[in-house]
């Protein structure tokens, strides 16, 4: 059974920093991207920022480009998101996902886990 469980979320005041991890078990994504999502209420759900199987290649959304950081440690099947600068607009629960899933806005993964809350104070 593939499990994807987040850590990290929070309370944090605006330009205050958050660290998401993501432990993956059940399978290996070392040859699958993995990415991170987030969901704001009464919003749709969005890609936050993607990398590679290799780690060679990142995405971002346009509103984190600068302030977030996505890593993976293929060998620990793990994801991370280093989020700098947070403002009260990154409010969201925010989901760790992997495997097959396309890349950018359209982006649809195979996995999800079940959410962290990140709440960023003004």
């Known amino acids: 059974q593939v499990q994807l469980v987040e850590s990290g979320g929070g309370l944090v005041q605006a330009g205050g920093s958050l660290r998401l991890s993501c432990a993956a078990s059940?399978?290996?994504?070392?040859?699958?991207?993995m990415g991170w999502f987030r969901q704001a209420p009464g919003k749709e759900r969005e890609v936050v920022a993607q990398?590679?199987?290799?780690?060679?290649?990142?995405y971002y959304a346009d509103s984190v480009k600068g302030r977030f950081t996505i890593s993976r440690d293929k060998a620990k099947n793990t994801v991370a998101l280093q989020m700098n600068s947070l403002n009260p607009e990154d409010t969201a629960v925010y989901y760790c996902?992997?495997?097959?899933?396309?890349w950018g806005r359209g982006a649809r993964p195979d996995y999800w886990g079940q959410g962290t809350q990140v709440t960023v104070s003004s």
């Open positions: 059940g399978r290996t994504f070392s040859t699958y991207p």
């Open positions: 996902a992997a495997g097959a899933m396309g």
């Open positions: 990398i590679s199987w290799s780690g060679g290649s990142t």
